[in-house]
């Protein structure tokens, strides 16, 4: 069983910084990808971040030069530090992760509940 547990949300202003965390537990053989992902209401959940095992990174255009991801292989944790945020920054952050359970299994995705996020004044 694999356990994504997410924080660091809550509400800022606009201008202002937060980081997000996720850290990742249970069965795990493997750790592929990492990334973060959001959904605003109304909206469909999108990509904002990813970062692959040897740290290539990739970012959606919405947040390149604001938002930084990284990843610390010894804690199976990948955080997302914010910094700049807008008001349409405002959104539910989700954490994904790619990984293998065992060398059998194949890699399989993985979510974790979601961290809310408000950026207003």
């Known amino acids: 069983q694999v356990q994504l547990v997410e924080s660091g949300g809550g509400l800022v202003q606009p201008g202002g910084s937060l980081r997000l965390s996720c850290v990742v537990s249970?069965?795990?053989?493997?750790?592929?990808?990492m990334g973060w992902y959001r959904q605003a209401s109304g909206k469909q959940r999108e990509l904002v971040a990813t970062?692959?095992?040897?740290?290539?990174?990739n970012y959606a255009d919405s947040v390149k030069g604001r938002f930084t991801i990284s990843r610390d292989n010894a804690k199976n944790t990948v955080y997302l530090q914010m910094n700049s945020l807008k008001p349409e920054d405002t959104a539910v952050y989700y954490c994904?992760?790619?990984?293998?359970?065992?060398?059998?299994?194949?890699?399989?995705?993985?979510w974790g509940q979601g961290t809310q996020v408000t950026v207003s004044s």
């Open positions: 994904n992760v790619v990984l293998s359970i065992s060398t059998m299994s194949p890699m399989r995705g993985y």
């Open positions: 249970g069965s795990i053989f493997r750790i592929y990808r």
């Open positions: 970062i692959t095992t040897g740290s290539t990174t």
